[in-house]
């Protein structure tokens, strides 16, 4: 390829320029990471306009909602659980704490306090003797005596608003839930309130800490810390892997410089041109790092093994890169395109990834190219000398001889019983596809956290005596439809006709003038505004002495407002009926653990205003008798709780569940069952129903991203398959190279079908990682297999090439990357074990495909793949001869 | 319940402190002011009725409504006086009653009558810093607190007010670290009263808007409160106000939460 050459010649001729020009590349891009903004906040996996996620910040507005930080306490030594003197002094003391946390830099980034549940800070309704009842909090001060403690225990335990959330159904556990303005203060928070609890001394008690806030941003916390600990690690790993096989300190540096000055000009163009650095976005070097060494790896292993045979480098790099160039450009190129192809996805986050991947993926050949030949021009002589001979030498007496042997057995295996291999993948490859239909998509937040880490703890040991640390909201909405006139009057002569008894004479004139006035006029507001004028008119004529006037004609008046207050839905006892049954039904199912509804807080207030009774613990039969609970809720410390769980016009309200895990299949079974109950029972009056919460917008962004990768998987599948067929200018050969890429997608999916592992995230985005490296060895294997047959003639003896020194460098990316990547597994973090194991899982086995299954598919083809590597040959040999 | 509701709280009592304004002779000293609050705020003229408008905004620009008439009266000036609260609106708790006998020596004895259930309701008093039927007034604002719960201090006085600095004896039972009251130099209605929590932050404001003459007795028509930690806030606005009006002792008794006096109505 011109291009080729002279872009080497370049290089070989002016290191030092390539090299200046690279470092300064490199400096000036990096130079942008100053300006990093880290968010990690899962809900940008949405882009802000998605549906759930305005619906969601808009019914956190509208019922005053806030993300949580859940403190939980339990104590198992204590015959009362926490409900002592002692331990009910510390969780005052941490919610009075907890109350004035407030990020010093933005007091906007606070603790809501009023709206902590805490038994400082929740009201409650008992008896007050006979008659009588009392507002008062539920623990107005730190009980003094063991009685006294069990006595907030029982009033919390009677308050289903407070059972299973914020006292443990069996009364020995509490549980402190403390809203932030914002989700990225929930680490602090937790911080902060380790301290305190350090500092108060945790005695028998023992403290937990969870909620998906404080797990998502402890997350991105812990995030970085594993950046700057890993990405570094692996690096070193792989330095010494190279070092072990290229015994040569000098020569193994050039890939690194080239790794680490990908990553520094990717991740530089990333943050300068806006890009925050996300949680995907944060695994970008990691993913870059492998491709951009693989690349250095092909070169200077060639270099390597070809070096001592002419001893001059120049003329060695020359024909090494001559016959690598074109494969490693279309190798970058595919490996690109199928990250690329992530552009396509509808989750922002993942689109950056994909195009910033992409990028270095292509930054890395371009340095490859450029600095490689540049570098090795640059060594000393006397350096090289030593590499050539010495190495090869150590090589075929240790290691490197085992190494080659087992390649030798591996290609004479693949050539010997070809269709043993092939039915071996085949069958392989059949179980994978078993694998793959039960691979169960599934992701949680917490569960990014190792079962060890202590969020995961406080997540199982809250889950198990809460009703749950997971909320999301089911917001239902009357559809408010205007009455026509003729309704309208409709409803009133109804309505009036009943209360209107005790006077027949007012009746009959309330009656007429509906009858008269209703059917001249369109709306039922139109209708009431005129009977409205005309009856406050009748009202002040009424006699000072006539109570029963007065009272009919303000009756009558009052049933014009009722009627525009029929659209107050949630004040209707059907209605809440209906959501308590709905309730009910939930909690059976087994995945809510509690749920707490403008329901509950009517029966709660009006089995107290009858006495305590148990039979009162209903809705009332009017939409009278629920307003005037609900007023006498409203008389209580903190009438604003009310508002959680309906609008104040009462035309929405807010089913708030609590839900014992994250789990997104857990979710959506909560979803689907509300579906298909609202649709068998239908509600009363027409209901809307839509989500929101956390945990429903987890649900809603995996979906997407399922559904795009899957998307994006195929199109770039078929994309590195036409770029194939166009390499290889034979459709033939461009499916050839697309079987170790087929193989291992459904080899290593198979896997986490068969093992249970969650379809999540980063099990996701693996899927291009493996498509872009299987391809990698597919490229490299079969063109030099073609330039390989086209010089022998004979598949024997070409295949004896082949597992010579092209199947050495692949076995030593192999080694390199999949060992490299071990410290990933190190990381607390779940995600980057994930992406450890499986970086190791899909470089083994897409080298194993390509060695194992490409060889065995050539012999059993050679007669009609390779004519046109014979015919070259032939005229070869022909011109030779 | 003339200015009345509104009110707020400053009820002072005398019982207090005894820090006051000494020292400051040509002044009236803050036992006197306070006492002198609490009666124009509280106790007007014999008895007293008004139709109130309480509109609640909250921090969404919401709104509600709670319309009731009051009637007030007094058995002894800065004693023991009874209200009688009937309430309109909304209209589904419409004819619901809530009344108050108010003592000073003891607890307040409060009823509520609910209509649509039937129902009339002793509530424990002992806590009176609950809200007013939702709003942001408490039931303290309208009926007055109890002057010896706070100590009394004279902080400042300016061309129009006193300015008097109340700390609770019991800060257990209260939200409140302190409040800070503008008194009237001229005609001491408790003209602005902001409450700090006890972090010593502002967080509620009660504030009188208008005042006005009735019968000679300056009385406030528009007052507010304003909650700054939850940003709501509700203003009440009151009309027909009406003094001396001849309220009988016997309509504030059970027996008429059922059956509305009269005085109510118009």
Redesign the interface.
Known sequence: MQLASSVTQFSLNRPKVVTALMVIFTLVLGAFMVRVHVDTDPENMLSEDEFVRVFHNKTK??F?LHDVVVLGIVNEKDQDGVFNPESLKKVDALSRFAA?LADPDDPERKVV??DIVAPGNV?NIIQ??P???????LM??VPQTREEARKVRDYALSNPLLKGSMVSENGRALALYLPITSKDFAHAVGEQLKEKIEELGAGDDQFYITGLPIAEDTFGKEMFVQMAITAPLAMLMIFLLMLFFFRNIQLIVAPMIIALCTVIATMGVLIGTGNTLHIMSSMIPIFIMPIAVVDSVHILSEFFDEYQRNKDRKATMEHVLGHLFKPMLFTSLTSAAGFASLAFTPIPPVQAFGIFVALGILLAWLLTILFIPAYVMMMKESSLENFGGGVDQNNKDNKGSLLNRHLRWIGSMASGKPWLVIGFNLAVMAVGVVGIFMIQVNDNPVKWFKSSHEIRVADRVLNSHFGGTYESYLILSGTDKELSSVQAADWLTRTLDKQLMESSTIRAKVINAIREIAPTLQSGTELADTLKKLWEAELDQVA?ED?LG?DLW?DAL?GL??MA?LKEVF?RPDVLRYISDLQEHLVAQGDVGKSNTVSDVVKKV?ME??EGDKGHYSI?D????????L??F???????D??HLV???YTRANIWLQLRSGDNVDMERVIADIDQYLTKNPPPVELNHNWAGLTYINVVWQEKMVNGMLKSFISSFAVVFLMMSFLFRSPVWGLLAMIPLTFTIGFIYGVIGLIGKDYDMPVAVLSSLALGLAVDFAIHFLQRTRMTMAKTGDWAAAIQDMFDEPARAILRNIIVISIGFTPLLLAPLVPYQTVGVFLAAIMFYSGLATLWMLPALLTVMQGWVFKKELREFAENSGKTV | MKRTTVLLCMLLLMASSPIAAAGQPDQPDVEEIVNKANLAAYYSANDGRAEVTMTVT???G?E?IREFVILRLDVEDGGQQFFYVYFK??????K?VFMVHKHVTRDDDRW?Y????D??????A??K??????TNFL?EDVSGRNLSEDSHELVETTDKFYVVKSTPRDV??V?FSSYTLNIDKENFLPMKAVYLDK?GKEYRIVEALKVKEFDGIPTVTVSKVTDL??G?STLSEMKSIKYDIGLKEKIFTERYLRRPP?AV??
């Open positions: 507005k509208d005053t004035t306090s009023r009201d007050d003797g008659g009588r009842v009392r507002f008062e909090w107005k001060e000072m109570e007065y303000s009052d407002e009722r207050n004040k009006h205003l009858f009332p009017s939409v009278e008798g629920v307003a005037q609970t007023i006498s409203e008389s209580s410390h903190k009438p604003d009310l508002y609008t104040p016009d | 909250d921090s969404q919401r509600r609106k909304p209209s589904d708790v419409r619901m509520v609910l209509p649509a259930l129902l009339v309701k002793r509530i424990a002992s806590d810093r609950t809200s007013f039927v939702g039931y257990n039972g939200e972090n930690a939850a709501s009269r109505r118009r």
